[in-house]
């Protein structure tokens, strides 16, 4: 789906393929059929963006082969799907029975993450709409927070120089630009804002910046506007914006509560939680050491408990949970609310769906009523959308 920004700048809105399993090429074609396909029927548009998450394997294929490529390209057409950006932050085995700080790996000090990098971008130009301005790849904030010593930092440093390189190659053979944004997570080497524009303060800002996440924003209780002011100070760009929600206890000591939380304790994906106390932001690694490890404080209705758990964008979570949807739409506000458009890819990445207590029947319909809640509050600050 596409938007015109009154300032002229087309936003392309997708939903990310993460949320499917697809390690190979073959699954990767098969979702398109499955899945993808069957929301764009459900919205009724002619044209829907599918923001791919490409594991290791698949991306391998399409590099070493051409017409593997031309055949992922021709079934997004057949379908009435594009991609204008991958989700590069699963390496792989992403939907595997227990994921948890796997999905770090490799970090930005191993090789690997560097070669698969650029391996999607030199896949994404080929994918790009003739008429795209560019595309994006989001990635992992450097690696989890340990162990990440000196050394590692100096390596993950110097790939980024590398990457930077890889991507001007890229444009000058292919006249296609890609970006890639790093995602700040909590329990990282960047876990907010502040750490960013640190940790990317030397980058190349044409071809690398932030990919932001308002889950995460919201895990680490930053004020939105704080935080894109901040980076658009440090001229840090926001290459991409996951519209995610996280979800939140208001009052962690309602029993009620604690208990819809532990619903949502599951073993796959990583659930860091965070709270306030005394005027800074505490947490721990996962929703199990919260419940049962005694890690965070449970003050009461003043020091609400956020986790990070990808809510579906238009549904509230059993109460007396609720979720930070209300946070997601100030940051839309932020970045397209106003003269100019501070970002122009957005995706929609819920990937939780079936780890939730009761996961939907219809997964098509889940994720169309997201894009149609986001669709809703993009046109509400003035975007029309773009039917050509």
């Not at 162990?147 to 930092?153: L, S």
């Not at 658009?232 to 208990?259: F, H, M, N, W, Y």
Request: proline share 7%; net charge negative.
């Amino acid at each position: 789906m596409r938007f015109l920004h009154p300032d002229g700048t087309p936003v392309h809105l997708a939903y990310c393929s993460n949320v499917h399993q697809a390690e190979d090429l073959a699954g990767v074609v098969a979702q398109l059929g499955a899945h993808a396909e069957p929301v764009r029927k459900r919205l009724g548009v002619g044209r829907l963006g599918i923001g791919l998450w490409l594991a290791r394997a698949a991306v391998s294929e399409l590099a070493a082969d051409e017409r593997a490529l031309a055949t992922l390209k021709g079934e997004l057409a057949a379908r009435g799907l594009e991609t204008v950006t991958l989700n590069a932050f699963p390496y792989e085995g992403f939907h595997r029975e227990v994921v948890k700080k796997d999905v770090y790996l490799p970090d930005w000090a191993d090789p690997a993450r560097l070669a698969y990098t650029l391996d999607c971008a030199r896949v994404l130009a080929a994918l790009l709409p003739a008429d795209a301005r560019r595309g994006s790849v989001s990635t992992l904030p450097l690696g989890w927070r340990t162990p990440w010593a000196t050394e590692r930092a100096d390596t993950a440093h110097r790939a980024l120089d590398q990457l930077a390189e890889g991507l001007t190659e890229l444009e000058s053979d292919t006249g296609r630009r890609i970006r890639v944004g790093f995602e700040p997570e909590p329990g990282c080497v960047v876990e907010t804002t502040t750490q960013a524009v640190r940790e990317f303060a030397d980058v190349d800002r044409d071809y690398l910046g932030v990919c932001l996440d308002a889950c995460h924003l919201a895990v680490q209780f930053e004020e939105p506007g704080e935080a894109l002011g901040r980076l658009a100070d440090a001229g840090l760009p926001i290459v991409k914006l996951q519209a995610s929600c996280a979800v939140e206890a208001p009052d962690p000591t309602d029993p009620r509560a604690r208990a819809a939380l532990r619903e949502l304790a599951e073993r796959r994906f990583l659930h860091q939680t965070r709270t306030v106390s005394e005027g800074r932001v505490v947490g721990v690694d996962d929703l199990p050491d919260a419940l049962d490890g005694g890690g965070l404080p449970a003050a009461g209705a003043d020091s609400p408990w956020r986790t990070h758990f990808h809510a579906p964008l238009h549904a509230e979570p059993e109460p007396p949970l609720r979720t930070t949807a209300d946070q997601l739409t100030t940051v839309l506000t932020g970045l397209v609310g106003g003269p100019r458009a501070a970002c122009d890819h957005i995706e929609v990445e819920t990937y939780t769906w079936s780890v939730l207590p009761r996961p939907p029947a219809d997964l098509a319909a889940g994720i169309a009523a997201e894009l149609v809640w986001a669709r809703d509050r993009l046109t509400g600050l003035g975007l029309k959308e773009d039917h050509s």
